[in-house]
């Protein structure tokens, strides 16, 4: 296995294999599910892990949602982005894709 | 605290019915006696209630839930509700075709089980030999591509062996590591002597954990789970009582954990009989020890009543004979001498284990 990289606007993170996205009716929020644990995802989380997919860079995450957000600055959706993907990494949540 | 209780997690034991004779078992002494009257629909009907509860994640546990002929059904309908499947298992029984046959019918995630890092060690826990055969399931879930979680059980004989756990676990690229420690209820109660670690194996122990899970960040979730009787206070026990966790036994009985029907004068209803639903809000057992109300000092007027939630009802009984106690792992319990003294115990040289058995309930 190889040691982990940090996450950068190159990265092209994709959804661990041991997480699961899915829909809760109850909260109307996705819950992002591992072993014995969940997370509950505010929209801008959910709207983050769906582009995990291992096609899109970083990069290209930050300006979707720039787009989709356009009332905040782009600077303030990239350190977003950045934080909450480390923070998924981390966690072991998402990797990055390795070709 | 006003949040509605709401269950995510559904701990489905499917059958008590095991290979492995482990001495720390947690199902009920008397487990011979209960028999897996849960048929398929029964169990899918449950799996269904669940879910409109609120339940999203499902362990398929026991007992060894590969030995049902219908765990295929079972993780098909679980699917099919999009619940998050965990089997946990011993890995015993399994082939690799069936294991392929239920990664396709949508099962989520492997939990197996190593009892320590030697085949030698690991039978004289088990009183069985299946370490090699353990190694090779959890190989055969990674190369299915399944996440893989290893679990191990703690205690005095293997607690030394952690730093050679993690590196097993490491080298079957596991996803997550449980280093639990042993919760000294069911059988691990009767062979408390014999499991029950000194503090200092206990606190090197958690030093290589801590390092190991700063070290695979990212790569290897590395999870230490303190034994309550070194914790000075009690644990969240099943993240509080008919708060998060349905747990429903092989005979249909409806839990808030796994040994609430060991506790005596409470009543639980059978998922045969009544709808989950009815169950998680109504039933007497889940009201007994849901909220603030039963508590008794110092736990009433105690600040962290609402982290531990008063700690484990099942301790509580089985150590000083009165469920509604504070749990005696509590530092300020008026009964944590009980613990101090079994910490004692724990000096003295080791005893001889009883394993787990069918005719135990006649007394051992």
């Known amino acids: 296995m190889s040691e982990p990289r940090a996450i950068t606007s190159e990265s092209r993170p994709i959804v661990a294999p041991k997480a699961r996205l899915r829909w809760d009716a109850r909260t109307s929020r996705h819950l992002l599910l591992y072993p014995e644990r969940g997370l509950i995802l505010n929209p801008t989380a959910a709207d983050v892990i769906q582009l995990c997919t291992g096609e899109h860079t970083v990069g290209e995450i930050v300006e979707r949602l720039a787009a989709k957000y356009a009332q905040e600055p782009r600077e303030t959706v990239e350190r977003e982005v950045l934080t909450f993907l480390a923070n998924m990494a981390d966690r072991g949540l998402i990797h990055e894709r390795h070709d | ?364």
């Open chain 2, 1 to 364: 605290m006003t949040e509605e209780p709401r269950p995510y997690t559904l701990v489905a034991e499917v059958t008590y019915r095991c290979p492995l004779r482990c001495v720390y078992c947690s199902n009920p002494l008397d487990w011979a006696r209960h028999g897996d009257a849960l048929g398929t629909d029964d169990w899918l009907r449950v799996f269904r209630q669940a879910e409109e509860l609120g339940v999203v994640q499902l362990n398929l546990t026991g007992g060894e839930p590969l030995l049902r002929d219908d765990l295929e059904r079972l993780v098909e309908g679980a699917r099919a509700l999009d619940l998050y499947t965990n089997l946990i298992t011993s890995g015993v029984p399994l082939t690799r075709d069936r294991l392929a046959r239920l990664k396709t019918l949508g099962l989520d995630n492997v939990q197996v089980s190593i009892q320590d890092v030697t085949a030698a060690g690991s039978e004289r826990i088990s009183g069985h030999r299946s370490f090699e055969r353990k190694l090779e399931v959890a190989r055969w879930v990674k190369g299915l591509g399944m996440p893989l979680t290893v679990n191990v059980v703690l205690h005095r004989e293997n607690l030394d062996h952690v730093a050679d756990v993690i590196a097993l676990a490491e080298s079957l690229a596991a996803d997550r590591l449980e280093l639990a420690n042993t919760q000294y209820l069911g059988w691990a109660l009767t062979n408390r002597r014999m499991l029950l670690p000194t503090r200092e194996q206990l606190d090197a122990a958690r030093e290589v954990a801590r390092q190991a899970r700063r070290r695979l960040r990212g790569r290897m979730e590395v999870l230490f789970v303190t034994p309550d009787y070194y914790a000075e206070v009690p644990k969240a026990c099943m993240d509080g009582w008919g708060r998060r966790f349905l747990v429903v036994t092989p005979d249909g009985l409806v839990l808030p954990c796994h040994a609430a029907h060991t506790l005596p004068g409470l009543t639980f209803d059978n998922a045969r009989d009544r709808s989950l639903g009815d169950i998680w809000r109504d039933s007497a057992g889940f009201r007994a020890f849901r909220g603030e109300a039963w508590m008794p000092e110092p736990c009433r007027s105690c600040e962290r009543r609402t982290l531990d939630f008063g700690g484990c009802r099942c301790q509580a009984y089985h150590l000083t004979g009165d469920a509604t106690a504070t749990d005696p792992a509590c530092s300020l319990a008026p009964t944590h001498a009980l613990i101090e003294a079994a910490r004692e115990e724990a000096l003295a040289p080791r005893s001889e284990v009883v394993y787990r058995a069918s005719h135990a309930a006649d007394g051992v």
